[in-house]
């Protein structure tokens, strides 16, 4: 098989979808007649310059979960969660008893879990095997997170899955990353972007100890200053200090971009991977659209660039990881109150 490159996924994004500017104009303009504007409608009118179909619903939607460790956690004293591993994580969802399978179901959504290299983790049954790196990405402390080769594999992998869920007709679209580590490397990719120490986007959240806080913030600081990565090349920080997780994340935006499936953002790693796509692809900024107030200075940083401002001026009550869930009633409502507003208009013409 031909190895994908930097110059193929730049050949296949040089034409990406657009949203249809004059149906977001007319959905905007039935909700000023109405004397209802606000973030949710505005949300609403970008939504259906993507969705085409005479319904404009977001009822045909997935929520995608990437799984993957990295080596930087061997660097010791980084994790919250104790022994609640990656594999755990993704076997909980498999079984479908963990928080995330409670939310898709409460909203009607389809979730899809993608393994890109886990430890310890066995073929499970309702979960896309995908171990572009057995064990996961490699420690940035040490050497390079992902070789090229495997860098642009898990690029090209999300693409193919965001094709297939356009084949499916899916119309909307959310993701995340699954695991501990990825959080942390999504705060490194961050730092180098806006050229910020690590502790300067770091939450300081009470319930976590000082000396958790001060033990990443030196392990992401070491491992930014060993890989040195340029800021201005966007695969190379991704290369040096990603995961596989922020990789294929990227590519499944990048296919999204491809297809034209509007993307909800919520944790930290889904918008380090949008950011990534948009320094890349800018073209792709429209796609993306926020849901939850971040929690963290870094995921505040990278909501300004991508200039979203988020609808629920608040944190999720559940982890980021899934926090993009919570909107889609509010949505369904949204969708619904304009169908019954718009067929109002149309009666009252005759």
Request: proline share 5%; hydrophobic share 40%; charged share 20%.
């Given at each position: 098989?031909?190895?994908?490159?930097?110059?193929?996924?730049?050949?296949?994004?040089?034409?990406?979808?657009?949203?249809?500017?004059?149906?977001?104009?007319?959905?905007?303009?039935?909700?000023?007649?109405?004397?209802?504007?606000?973030?949710?409608?505005?949300?609403?009118?970008?939504?259906?310059?993507?969705?085409?179909?005479?319904?404009?619903?977001?009822?045909?939607?997935?929520?995608?979960?990437?799984?993957?460790?990295?080596?930087?956690?061997?660097?010791?004293?980084?994790?919250?969660?104790?022994?609640?591993?990656?594999?755990?994580?993704?076997?909980?969802?498999?079984?479908?008893?963990?928080?995330?399978?409670?939310?898709?179901?409460?909203?009607?959504?389809?979730?899809?879990?993608?393994?890109?290299?886990?430890?310890?983790?066995?073929?499970?049954?309702?979960?896309?095997?995908?171990?572009?790196?057995?064990?996961?990405?490699?420690?940035?402390?040490?050497?390079?997170?992902?070789?090229?080769?495997a860098?642009?594999?898990?690029?090209?992998?999300?693409?193919?899955?965001?094709?297939?869920?356009?084949?499916?007709?899916?119309?909307?679209?959310?993701?995340?990353?699954?695991s501990?580590?990825?959080?942390?490397?999504?705060?490194?990719?961050?730092?180098?972007?806006?050229?910020?120490?690590?502790?300067?986007?770091?939450?300081?959240?009470?319930?976590?100890?000082?000396?958790?806080?001060?033990?990443?913030?030196?392990?992401?600081?070491?491992?930014?200053?060993?890989?040195?990565?340029?800021?201005y090349?966007?695969?190379?920080?991704l290369?040096?200090?990603?995961?596989?997780?922020?990789?294929?994340?990227?590519?499944?935006?990048?296919g999204?971009?491809?297809?034209?499936?509007?993307?909800?953002?919520?944790?930290?790693?889904?918008?380090?991977?949008?950011?990534?796509?948009?320094?890349?692809?800018?073209?792709?900024?429209?796609?993306?659209?926020?849901?939850?107030q971040?929690?963290?200075?870094?995921?505040?940083?990278?909501?300004?660039?991508?200039?979203?401002?988020?609808?629920?001026?608040?944190?999720?009550?559940?982890?980021?990881?899934?926090?993009?869930?919570?909107?889609?009633?509010?949505?369904?409502?949204?969708?619904?109150?304009?169908?019954e507003?718009?067929?109002?208009?149309?009666?009252?013409?005759?």
């Open positions: 098989m031909k190895t994908y490159t930097r110059a193929d996924f730049f050949l296949d994004l040089s034409q990406t979808a657009v949203p249809d500017e004059n149906r977001i104009r007319q959905v905007s303009e039935t909700w000023t007649l109405q004397g209802r504007t606000g973030l949710l409608t505005t949300l609403h009118a970008r939504l259906t310059g993507w969705i085409d179909r005479d319904s404009w619903n977001v009822k045909d939607r997935a929520f995608f979960l990437f799984a993957s460790d990295s080596g930087l956690m061997d660097e010791g004293g980084l994790s919250s969660t104790g022994d609640r591993s990656t594999a755990r994580e993704v076997l909980s969802l498999s079984r479908g008893n963990h928080p995330v399978n409670i939310l898709a179901r409460l909203t009607d959504s389809r979730l899809v879990t993608v393994n890109m290299g886990s430890r310890g983790l066995d073929s499970l049954g309702q979960v896309i095997q995908l171990p572009v790196m057995e064990g996961g990405s490699l420690n940035p402390v040490e050497e390079d997170a992902m070789t090229e080769e860098m642009m594999t898990a690029i090209r992998a999300g693409m193919e899955l965001a094709s297939q869920a356009a084949d499916q007709g899916l119309t909307l679209l959310a993701a995340d990353g699954m501990e580590s990825g959080r942390l490397i999504a705060t490194a990719v961050l730092s180098v972007y806006f050229d910020r120490a690590p502790e300067d986007l770091m939450e300081r959240d009470p319930d976590l100890p000082d000396q958790l806080f001060d033990r990443r913030a030196y392990v992401l600081s070491s491992a930014i200053a060993r890989r040195a990565p340029n800021p090349n966007t695969l190379d920080v290369r040096q200090l990603g995961n596989l997780e922020l990789a294929s994340m990227t590519g499944f935006f990048a999204a971009a491809l297809y034209g499936l509007p993307v909800l953002l919520g944790g930290r790693v889904s918008l380090t991977a949008a950011l990534t796509l948009v320094r890349l692809i800018p073209e792709s900024r429209p796609l993306f659209f926020a849901t939850h971040a929690g963290d200075p870094g995921s505040e940083l990278a909501l300004r660039e991508l200039g979203l401002t988020p609808v629920i001026d608040d944190r999720a009550p559940f982890s980021g990881r899934a926090s993009a869930l919570s909107l889609l009633p509010l949505l369904d409502l949204t969708c619904a109150l304009y169908h507003l718009e067929d109002g208009l149309e009666k009252d013409s005759f």
